[in-house]
């Protein structure tokens, strides 16, 4: 019969996950049998995940025929996000050298104002 | 085969969609590199929605620095364009246009269409712009949309 101590290590390990298979089937032997108010909380745990199997059983893995599709989408996807960003970067900078060259244009230097409120008035 | 001439319709369509921005025009020459080198000029192109919040629908514009007899030649081609406008403002320098804002013919759907046109002598070269603008916009609009002046 191992101590107190010996079982509060493995709920250590346990938790650490780096417990080895027979020192983890021990342990469950152990939690299951024992009353120690001090193993409620590692019990606790303990059950949630055995609750967790015994209801979804085992872990669904997507078929290898779609990681190739998902991962191609996802390419795609992030190729797409960065082109967007960067035409959208390139015409930002595009609009703002029309604004720049058309503001130079009609604020220009040249006493223009006269003549041009001519031709809006017309 | 289908491909080829789908890409070619396309193509053909665009080609021709970029020839008409300017249609009938002088400066139509200068635009398609024919006048000065498309490598010399600096060109910017902008259509479409971008446009939308200006009231466009097309921006051209170029910038290059030429000799004495080039210029004289786009100041030939701005001149052409601006004859027989009725809504034309042209400013000469010691001889030399050095700016002009030509209200052009709208489109037959109604777009209005502007050149305009700006130089600078710089020692014997001339750093020149000239812009072709088309949309709804009128030109009280533009004006007050990029005159910073009046504001």
């Given amino acids: 019969m191992r101590d107190k101590t010996y079982y509060k290590q493995l709920c250590d390990s346990w938790m ?8 983890e089937r021990r342990l469950k032997a152990f939690l299951a049998a024992t009353d120690d108010p001090v193993f409620d909380d590692i019990k606790a745990v303990a059950g949630y ?21 998902a991962s191609a989408a996802a390419v795609l996807a992030i190729a797409l996000a960065v082109g967007t960003i960067g035409t959208s970067k390139a015409r930002k900078s595009e609009l703002a050298s029309m604004e720049s060259t058309l503001t130079a244009f009609f604020s220009s230097g040249v006493d223009v104002e006269a003549s041009l409120s001519e031709l809006i008035d017309r | 085969m289908m491909k080829r001439i789908l890409l070619f319709v396309i193509s053909a369509t665009l080609s021709l969609g970029s020839a008409m921005a300017q249609e009938g025009l002088y400066v139509e020459d200068l635009f398609e590199g024919r006048v000065v080198p498309q490598s ?8 479409g929605s971008s446009l939308k919040p200006y009231n466009l629908d097309t921006y051209k514009s170029l ?6 007899a080039t210029f004289h030649s786009v100041e030939i081609l701005i001149l052409n364009d601006a004859q027989g406008t009725e809504d034309q403002q042209l400013i000469y ?3 030399h246009l050095v700016y002009a804002l030509v209200c052009l013919p709208p489109t037959h759907s ?12 710089a020692g014997r070269l001339w750093d020149t712009t000239v812009v ?7 030109i ?11 504001k």
């Avoid at chain 1, 650490?16 to 020192?23: G, M, Q, V, Y």
């Avoid at chain 1, 995940?49 to 599709?69: L, N, Q, S, T």
């Fill in chain 2, 110 to 121: 109604g777009l209005n269409r502007f050149l305009c046109f700006q130089a600078a002598k």
């Fill in chain 2, 132 to 138: 072709y603008l088309r949309g709804v916009a009128s």
């Fill in chain 1, 16 to 23: 650490d996950a780096s417990i080895p298979k027979a020192e």
């Fill in chain 2, 40 to 47: 010399q000029m600096k060109r910017s192109f902008i259509s």
């Fill in chain 2, 140 to 150: 009280g609009d533009l004006d007050k949309m990029f005159n910073k002046k009046r």
């Fill in chain 2, 63 to 68: 910038t290059f620095t030429v000799d004495e």
């Fill in chain 1, 49 to 69: 995940f055995e609750c967790g199997k015994a209801i979804h059983g085992h872990v669904h893995k997507r078929p290898f025929m779609w990681y190739v599709p």
């Fill in chain 2, 93 to 95: 320098d010691e001889g």
